[in-house]
């Protein structure tokens, strides 16, 4: 099966600096990779994912970036904002026809005023 | 114009006492997955539903059951429950031809 990793476990950063999370995958196959924001006592929110046919994709503050080569890809957030702090989840989906995601260990990112 | 429900948001139950989670959800998906999501930890799943074919998971304690009558409700029955099973569950739903899960806000079962 498939298997997700994430570094770092934890991040600080200043507020308005940016913070980069990475992921590895195991399995060439896998070709849907979400991004998951969940704040305290709340619930995993969607806040950016791409496919496995585009390199790069980029929503306001918050950018992804695939390299399917290397098996990895990475959630850049830029300006940071006390808003930003949470946990972060990655996760890759198998091909289609399978519905499950294969979730990373999680990052706390916490921004410092 | 909530899309996914799960009910009751919070669970207090005693050590071997049987409980069920419910959730329900507006968006008409085919799919609909519980799972468990322990302190600092990711969500871990423990089964799903593609329509009314359920997939359990190889790791999933004989403990936990699930039942999906409709495509709207998704049931969460934990037979026994023990001190190692209080955590946050949550619901999700997946549509055939999206790729978003969709989570309900969870529910936090207490185990006494």
């Known amino acids: 099966g498939e298997n997700v990793e994430q570094h770092p476990s934890t991040l600080s950063v200043q507020e308005g600096d940016s913070a980069v999370i990475k992921c590895t995958y195991s399995?060439?196959?896998?070709?849907?990779f979400p991004w998951y924001k969940q704040e305290l006592g709340k619930r995993p929110q969607l806040i950016i994912d791409i496919r496995s046919n585009v390199g790069e994709k980029k929503d306001q503050r918050i950018a992804v970036t695939l390299n399917k080569t290397a098996k990895h890809f990475s959630l850049h957030i830029t300006e940071t904002q006390p808003e930003d702090s949470a946990v972060y989840f990655c996760a890759a989906r198998l091909g289609f026809g399978n519905e499950k995601l294969t979730f990373g260990t999680g990052t706390r990112l916490t921004i410092i005023p | 114009d909530a899309m996914v429900i799960q009910n009751p948001r919070y669970q207090v139950t005693q050590f071997g006492k049987p409980v069920t989670l419910s959730c329900s959800q507006t968006l008409n998906h085919n799919v609909m997955y519980w799972y468990q999501q322990k302190s600092s930890q990711a969500p871990k799943l423990l089964f799903h539903y593609y329509d009314k074919d359920f997939n359990n998971e190889a790791d999933t304690p004989d403990n936990f059951q699930s039942r999906r009558p409709n495509t709207s409700f998704c049931f969460l029955d934990i037979r026994s429950p023990g001190l190692g099973d209080a955590a946050m569950y949550l619901c999700a739903t997946a549509g055939t031809s999206a790729n978003e899960q969709f989570f309900g806000p969870g529910t936090r079962l207490t185990v006494l």
């Open positions: 399995d060439s196959a896998s070709n849907y």
